[in-house]
């Protein structure tokens, strides 16, 4: 590309188009020629590829980089190298400071070090070899650095020095692309000597000429110069420096580029007296003014012939014209060189000029002087460059070719600038002036529509700017399509056949605007001359070619047209015979096309067969094959859609897709397949994005960056073309496309597809269905009355003093937010009583008031308002509420004023221990020693000697009342369950009860706390002794007794007002007289009488603790069961035993005392079950039933012992025996007879 631009840089802008459209047929052709030839030398003929190649470039100031290409040159030849040259713009580089080449034996490289713009330009690599060359050319931009500040001026350019003599030299640079914020005003030149580091600045003033004369040099020493620019805003960065410059005569230098033997560092010449020593010289000739501007004038003269050995100087003289006095100008000190800058001169008026040589031996006549010279420009600016026209090139680049200034003198270049349409912003296009008028201008962005201008440059300064360029819309310039494809018989009769085919894979960049169809006949293998079938192009991919001879052999072949012109034709067809069709199933399916393509799917689309059998086509299948694979069906069921999407392809895998219809006959043949197309999803690859604007607009957006001149965005839905445009209206803009619904509702359900034409595939689809239609209107209302959201809704709060914070924390909103603060739908304003906030950075808004009044009743609101959104958030603070809140406020700020003196940090409480010892407590706070501190009960001060006094302590803040602190008993070592209750005392009991008060009082002032303990808050305590007394339960235990089970568990204390529960597999057990409950001590039990098998099963307990209750549970089956069940038997055959075993039971004395002569009846009540067997002994000895004891055993209960008259011989012990096969007991008795004294006596 950049090679035609050297080549047609002398064509005029009238052959423009003509070199567009070839250059584009020829693109990436190499123009230059490549005479490759047999080189005798090494008896073979080299062939260069250049491979790997450096594109156009873009770089900044201060950058460094590389340009390289891969060479190969075949046959490779042993100690062979071919000559690798660089170029920029035409001129051999060699290396430098700045430039490094770099040759690998197969890679050359180029690296440019530190980039300035003096290295803008063409770069070309040439590869000689002894058969020829190769070249490979590409541009490289040089963008500006960054200016340090804003609006100066960049950086000038490309500082040469000229005519250097021994105390005087020109400078010259080229003016920056880029002015800054305002014109250039002039430029400061800075020296520097060599192999020294302080840089001198040669002008005071500015120069606005791009030349300048730098006088005052040091005869012998080396130089380099650099520039600066200046306009309103500041200096520009300094300009590279340019190559040394040695200060010497002219004739000196030839001698030094002859060849010296030694570096240059100056002359010294010695010379034998002779008889020219003395001689005054001659006048200077050929006097001539060489440059005059506003700022200098610049004299050149040759030296006098007659000047002797010695060295001659200089003085040079003015004169004003219309004046006869000369006036010489450097009168401190005569000039060396042969040259002259006066400065200072007013501009306007008119010199005359004159010089006069000396030396030693004094000062020579004059010379001739001068003209009358006007000081002002000799150069004038550029006139402004004729029209500009723009030109398509690639997606990045555009052709621009521009009238020449007609009107120029010293010619420097131009400089092009491009413009966005409609921005007003101008960037250069090149950093570098351009001599020619034709320039590629890179590095455009894809889909641009740009405007372009030119100026011309000399060495006076810029030209005016060249009229605006049409709009050229950046975008690769069209060509010819690609040919077409498939061409497939779709039906044939005896007259006519109808072919199909496949559009055109490449469309160049524009619409194919339709086809021409050629065709030949074949017979015995012989062709033919093609022949146009149409000479209207056709717009379809199928068409009828009629008037055709049955039986006769036919070939075809299509074109695709576009405005670039007409493609190749496509590979003929088999001959085809013109005959009827005559098969009951359809044709092929035609105009096969696929889109949407990615890694893992791709869309078909095709044409119904235009041959549908004996019957309509009902359906069709799709096939698909990898490229080297089997051909293997997309579904089960045939679809009855003309589309299909082929998913569970793999990425990286190209395939072919064909088409199968089918009738009720059959299921007919293949169409023609696709090309292979590769499963990918290419970079850069778009989706259809639903959006919904901020007016509740939903649409569907597709967006292509590829767009070229020609490409449309065609949308369709269910892959077909739009018939109900009310539905849905498409707007495209650039390379984005939005289909708009109309009215969206259940009839828009459906698959949206948008394909953009004459590019690479670029397509995709979305499918609306109901849910998603439900969300998108959902989200349309939302935005058609936005709402701004609220993290937390407005709340209030009680601060320090009693002061009231409303405030409220927004969720989104922008720096416009503004908030209206609101009461009973009055605005209110910050004042006295309210002071507002907006924190725009945490998006808080709060206000505050120092106190809450009763005209402060009512709805507080903040009405937020931010663009089209808006927000609402109240607190209605009425009734109780209010009245809480206002208490509240008081109560806080009455507290604030409570802490001043002593107070109570924590007012009077109850806890209770886990010993169930109740105590009250409370912390005071800023007391001193002096602080009263005085309890009291019912209200009735507790005094020293008082009994309670001794439960109160004090410990440090915290004051302390043991209402409820008693003795605790010592426990047993072993606890074993009461069969009795028995009565327990409490800890806390109802004379606890009342009303407990603490004062604090000194010289700054009071507080008082009171703990109401009755009704409610005795029942308070109660319920915290509850908890501890359900708390310490101790888990369920069994005991086995004579009578049946017992469950108990043990508390740490139990008082009557504790509600108990017993649950039998979560049922609650009633009590009866088999199932018992009850309390003994602290001990909780439940007794089981004649335990049976129902009784099996999970028990607990259910312990009130205040609020809910505490359960333990006990499992009273399996081995636990077992063994309860086995001791309680146990335990009660014992019990019957010792019930049932024979016994006397009573009726029986101890001791019987009876007179003799009287008869004794005694009778034991006897037990036994079976009846015990019964005797009786008198001194261990049995006694048997006779005249004098009379024994009886009547009812099985009752016996009984008669002695008639007894004796004292009757006296002793006796005992009544009872023996059954329980046991055996006796009931003793003791019997004594005694004789009444009158008898006694009388017996005696």
């Known amino acids: ?37 047999y080189s005798p030398e090494y008896d073979v003929t080299f062939n260069t590829t250049i491979i790997d190649k450096f594109d156009v470039s873009f770089g900044h100031e201060g950058e460094t980089m590389s340009l390289g290409c891969t060479v190969i040159v075949y046959p490779t030849v042993k100690r062979y190298q071919p000559e690798i040259v660089w170029y920029r713009n035409g001129v051999v580089l060699s290396p430098s400071k700045w430039v490094h080449m770099h040759w690998s034996g197969e890679r050359a490289t180029l690296t440019l070090v530190h980039l300035n713009k003096e290295d803008e330009g063409l770069y070309t690599l040439r590869v000689n070899t002894k058969s020829g060359f190769d070249t490979h050319s590409a541009y490289v931009f040089v963008r500006d650095a960054d200016v340090e500040e804003e609006g100066v001026p960049v950086a000038p350019l490309d500082v040469r020095c000229h005519d250097a003599n021994k105390d005087y030299v020109v400078v010259t640079w080229k003016q920056p692309a880029v002015e800054g914020s305002s014109s250039i ?62 200060a010497m005569d002219p004739s000196d230098r030839a001698c030094l580029r002859a060849g010296p033997s030694a570096p240059w560092t100056g002359m010294i010449r010695f010379t034998e007296e002779d008889p020219t020593v003395g001689v005054v010289p001659g006048s200077p000739t050929d006097l001539a003014v060489t440059e005059a501007t506003k700022s200098y004038v610049v004299l050149s003269w040759k030296p006098p012939i007659q000047r002797g050995h010695e060295g001659v100087m200089y003085y040079v003289e003015k004169c004003l014209v219309g004046t006869d006095t000369w006036q010489r100008v450097n009168t401190g000190m005569p000039v060396k060189s042969p040259r002259f800058a006066l400065f200072d001169l007013a501009e306007g008026k008119s010199y005359s000029f004159r010089v006069r040589s000396c030396n030693s031996a004094g000062v020579g006549e004059s010379s001739e002087e001068t003209g009358a010279t006007t000081v002002g420009d000799r150069l004038d600016l550029p006139s402004v460059p004729g029209p500009v026209i723009p030109i398509r090139n690639t997606d990045t680049s555009v052709v621009v070719c521009w009238g020449a200034s007609k009107e120029v003198k010293n010619l420097v270049g131009y400089y092009i600038e491009v413009s966005v349409s409609g921005s007003g912003v101008w960037v250069p296009c090149n950093n570098k002036p351009v001599k020619g008028t034709r320039f590629v201008c890179h590095g455009l962005n894809t889909g641009d529509k740009c405007v372009f201008r030119v100026k011309a440059v000399n060495a006076a300064g810029y030209s005016g700017s060249s009229a605006e360029s049409e709009a050229c819309i950046v975008q690769a310039s069209i060509a010819v399509p690609s040919p077409p494809t498939g061409v497939t018989l779709l039906e044939r009769v ?82 085809l015979e013109c005959k009827e069709w005559t098969v009951a199933v359809p044709g092929p399916a035609h105009s096969l096309r696929v889109q949407e393509v990615r890694k893992d799917s791709m869309v078909l689309l095709w044409e119904p067969p235009t041959f549908s059998g004996r019957s309509p086509v009902t359906g069709y299948y799709v096939d698909y094959k990898e490229e080297n694979g089997r051909w293997r069906c997309v579904q089960e069921r045939s679809t009855k859609n003309t ?134 209107l959902d989200i349309s209302r939302d935005h058609q009355f936005p709402i701004i959201p609220f993290k937390s809704e407005m709340a209030i709060e009680l601060q320090e003093k009693g002061r009231v914070r409303l405030w409220a924390e927004v969720a989104k909103f922008t720096s416009n937010c503004q908030v209206e603060y609101v009461f009973n739908d009055n605005i209110i304003r910050e004042g006295k009583k309210y002071t507002m906030n907006f924190n725009k950075t945490t998006g808080i808004i709060e206000m505050f008031m120092d106190s809450l009044e009763v005209t402060d009743e009512g709805t507080f609101t903040f009405n937020l308002v931010d663009g089209k959104a808006t927000g609402r958030t109240s ?49 005071v706070g800023n ?67 009342g009303v407990y008060e603490v004062k604090l009082k000194d010289e700054r002032g009071k507080d008082k706390t009171l703990l109401n303990l009755t009704d409610a808050g005795y029942q308070a305590v109660l319920n915290a002794v509850f908890r501890v007394i359900a708390n310490s339960s101790t888990e369920l235990k069994v005991m086995s007794t004579e009578h049946g089970i017992i469950l108990y568990s043990f508390v740490v204390h139990y008082i009557e007002d504790l509600r108990i529960g017993w649950l039998h597999k979560e049922s609650k057990i009633s009590h009866s007289d088999r199932v018992q409950c009850g309390v003994t001590g602290e001990q909780l039990w439940l007794k089981i009488n004649e335990p049976t098998e129902k009784d099996k099963g999970k028990y607990a307990i259910d312990i009130f603790n205040g609020q809910g209750s505490v359960k333990r549970v006990l499992d009273l089956s399996g081995q636990v069961w077992e063994e ?48 015990p067997e019964v005797s009786w002994v008198k001194n261990d000895k049995p006694l048997l039933s006779d005249d004098h004891y009379t024994l009886k055993f009547e009812h099985g209960k009752f016996a009984s012992i008669t002695i008639a008259a007894v004796t004292t011989i009757d006296s002793g012990k006796y005992a009544l025996l009872v023996k059954n096969k329980y046991g055996t007991e006796a009931g003793e008795f003791t019997v004594s007879v005694y004789i009444p004294e009158d008898e006694a006596e009388k017996k005696e």
């Open 494 to 575: 005896r007259d006519y056949m109808v072919l199909g085919w496949q559009a055109p894979a490449k469309t160049g960049g524009a619409d194919i605007r339709g086809y021409y169809l050629d065709y030949r006949t074949v017979k015995n293998g012989v062709t033919s001359k093609w022949h146009e079938i149409n000479l209207q192009t056709v717009t379809g991919t199928s068409y009828k070619v009629t008037d055709l001879k049955e039986n006769v052999f036919y070939q075809f072949q299509v074109r695709a047209v576009n405005r670039a012109g007409i493609s190749e034709s496509s590979i003929p067809t088999v001959p």
């Open 1124 to 1171: 309860a069940f086995e001791e309680f038997k146990r335990l009660k055959a014992a019990a019957i035993a010792e019930r049932n075993r024979a016994r006397v039971v009573g009726g029986l004395p101890d001791v019987v005392t009876i007179q003799e002569g009287k008869s004794l009846n005694l009778t034991g009540n006897v037990w036994g079950d079976p009846v």
């Open 643 to 776: 589309y299909m999407k082929v998913t569970g392809l793999q990425e990286g895998v190209s395939y072919r897709l064909r088409i199968h219809a089918k009738n009720v006959a059959g299921v007919g043949g293949p169409s023609k397949e696709t090309d292979a197309i590769l499963a990918e999803t290419r970079p850069g690859t778009n989706e259809i994005m639903v959006d919904v604007d901020d007016d509740g607009v939903i649409s569907l957006i597709f967006e292509c960056s590829d767009l070229k001149g020609d490409s449309q965005f065609v949308w369709s839905k269910n892959y077909k073309a739009f018939t109900d445009t009310s539905r849905l209206t498409v707007q495209t803009s650039g390379g984005k496309s939005r289909a708009i619904f109309n009215d969206p509702s259940l009839e828009d359900l459906g698959t949206y597809s948008c394909v953009v034409t004459n590019t690479d595939g670029v397509s995709s689809s979305y499918t609306l269905t109901e849910e998603g239609l439900k969300r998108l």
């Open 1 to 37: 590309m950049l090679r035609l631009t050297l080549r047609n840089t002398s064509q005029r802008a009238n052959t423009t188009c003509i070199l567009w459209k070839s250059r584009r047929f020829k693109e990436g052709e190499e123009v230059t020629g490549r005479p490759h030839g």
């Open 875 to 923: 607190l209605v603070l009425i009734g109780e509420e209010f009245a809480e809140l206002q208490k509240k406020s008081e109560f806080e700020r009455a507290e604030w004023v409570r802490r001043q003196g002593p107070h109570f940090v924590e007012y009077l409480s109850f806890e209770v221990t886990p010993e169930c010892d109740v105590h009250l407590k409370c912390k």
């Open 927 to 993: 007391i001193k020693p002096a602080t009263e501190i005085a309890w009291f009960k019912d209200g009735i001060e507790i005094e020293e000697d008082d009994e309670d006094a001794k439960k109160i302590k004090k410990s440090d803040e915290v004051l302390t009342f043991d209402i409820g602190k008693l003795v605790i008993k010592s426990e047993k070592t072993q606890r074993k369950p009461a069969t009795e209750e028995s009565p327990s005392k409490t800890k806390i009991s109802k004379k606890d009860a």
């Open 185 to 246: 005003i002039g430029y400061f030149i800075d020296r520097l000597e060599v192999g020294t580091h302080h840089w001198t600045q040669c002008n005071d003033t500015p120069v606005k000429y791009a030349r300048f004369p730098v006088t005052g040099l040091t005869e012998g020493r080396s130089y380099t110069f650099r520039v600066r620019a200046l306009n309103n805003s500041g200096v520009s960065r300094p300009s590279r420096a340019s190559d040394p410059v040695v």
